[in-house]
């Protein structure tokens, strides 16, 4: 049981330029809903309404730099999504929990009460009075103490570095530290404006198109209706090791050997696809985002605030393939998705793909699975595919609101379609501190033949 004490509309604390700023294609991609995520403290820091001060004065000094969080999104007469920097605000709650640290457990999204530990809003409201940042501060009942920091993000706005980038220079402000000019954000986004007069695609964006349906369906309706449940897999150095090894490929002596997101991928594909029990012949393929901020030419500003992302997807394999070819086999496919967008035409190419989208941008961006809505023309990439995030290089234990770092960083809800995520957590046994983690989203009914193949198989 968690009680509100106070709900903050925190504003810049200096005047902030007005009007509207343009969202590029890239930024229409995303469901304008908000994506939940928690960090974890375990301070005994007693006083929570000093913290919460702290953290609304630190909040309101971020939002000059970053005052398109402080706005709001609205519609287009054509469709797209746009950004009115009106200086509305961000949302900051204070909050006290009647349970201890420990009685939430793991803080997987599975765990009870996990929900209260995050921001509510209303998604009957109008998308125009939603804040696009909320943030919960929550005190864990006991000696123990301890804080959790729930967020919401309004994916449109920036992706997850985009996002990490702003609570770590918020961190640092509260805790009385000041921004280096390398930490402001860079806020132009028309350095990934599709090109003028519109030209047509040069590549086959197979990225764009639908997926590989289960033999014998005409939608995907009935996996889209499946129960999801969440699994978090630790693995320790000596898993990578092995995994890596397992992927060694001598005959391609030339080849530099797999990485580790490449390895990870491939076993979770292989394991998603023997833990489905499909037929032998069910197509199937890996799609995932790949940060394109060095792979534009020139590239983007390594501050550069908003989403950078190119979708690309692997060559449609045969289930039998994946499960009984070696792990270099389904390895070397997501490396050939990886290269496509390591090309800077074929990025300019994807972006005037999408800004060819014109009224069909309601079924990508309308959050019509996470409304328990059902349809055949959303896209979705569940079962027999699967979607792929890597957060690895995303520093978000560096998030001390001088409380610490955080002991727990993690997702704070089970996603309405097949996903995993590879990221690291704190570890004193991994290497440089850290050990690899995945965060598994998987049909309920599929989840304990998964995390079975997931440990027996490497």
């Known amino acids: 049981m968690v009680t509100i004490l106070g709900t903050h509309t925190v504003i810049p604390k200096e005047e902030t330029p007005k009007g509207l700023l343009w969202l590029s294609d890239n930024d229409q991609l995303w469901r304008w809903s908000h994506t939940p995520s928690i960090y974890v403290y375990k301070s005994k820091q007693n006083n929570n309404t000093v913290l919460v001060e702290r953290m609304r004065d630190s909040l309101s000094e971020i939002l000059v730099h970053y005052y398109p969080l402080a706005g709001r999104l609205n519609w287009t007469a054509g ?24 009685e939430y457990g793991d803080f997987t999204p599975n765990q009870p009460g996990i929900k209260e530990l995050i921001p509510a809003v209303d998604y009957s409201r109008q998308m125009n009075e ?31 570095l985009a996002a990490i980038r702003f609570i770590n220079s918020w961190a640092k402000l509260t805790r009385g530290a000041k921004l280096d000019p390398s930490e402001l954000p860079f806020l132009d986004r028309s350095a990934l404006k599709s090109t003028e007069p519109l030209t047509s695609p040069r590549f086959d964006h ?26 978090l ?27 580790r997101f490449e390895v990870i991928s491939a076993h979770i594909w292989r394991c998603a696809c023997k ?11 890996v799609k995932f985002n790949v940060d394109i901020r060095n792979r534009m030419n020139p590239p983007l500003p390594q501050n550069y605030f908003g989403n950078a992302l190119g979708p690309t997807v692997t060559p449609t394999c045969y289930l039998k393939e994946i499960t009984s070819q070696p792990i270099s086999y389904a390895a070397q496919k997501i490396r050939e998705a990886v290269k496509k967008v390591s090309n800077h035409e074929f ?31 959303v896209p979705f990439f569940g079962n027999p595919n699967i ?13 001390d609101f001088g409380l610490g770092k955080p002991f727990y960083f993690g997702p704070a809800g089970v996603c309405p379609y097949d996903r995993a995520v590879i990221a690291l957590m704190p570890d004193e046994d991994g290497d440089n501190g850290y050990a690899v983690v995945v965060y598994m989203h998987f049909q309920v009914e599929h989840m304990k033949d998964f995390i079975k193949y997931f440990w027996e198989d490497i």
């Not at 499909?278 to 197509?283: A, G, K, M, R």
Request: hydrophobic fraction near 35%; proline fraction near 5%.
């Open 130 to 160: 939603l804040p696009l940042f909320l943030a919960q501060v929550t005190k864990f009942h006991g000696g123990d103490g301890g804080f959790a920091v729930g967020i919401l993000w309004s994916h449109p706005l920036g992706d997850g």
């Open 387 to 399: 979607i792929l995030g890597s957060w690895m290089s995303m520093p978000f234990y560096e998030a």
């Open 79 to 102: 469709g797209r999504l746009e950004l009115d920097c009106n200086a509305n605000g961000a949302l900051l709650l204070e909050a006290e929990s009647k349970k201890s640290m420990a």
């Open 206 to 231: 197979r990225e764009f198109k639908p997926l590989p349906l289960i033999l014998g369906r005409t939608d995907n309706i009935e996996e889209q209706k499946k129960k999801k449940t969440f699994a």
């Open 275 to 285: 833990a489905r029990n499909l037929e032998e012949n069910q197509p199937t393929v």
């Open 233 to 259: 897999l630790k693995l320790t150095s000596e898993h990578v090791q092995k995994l890596k090894k397992n992927a060694i490929v001598t005959e391609n002596g030339n080849e530099r050997p797999y990485s």
């Open 347 to 377: 990025v300019k190419s994807q972006m005037d793909y999408v800004a060819g989208f014109e009224n069909r941008w309601d079924l990508i961006r309308t959050p019509y699975l996470e409304k328990g809505e059902y349809r055949a023309d």
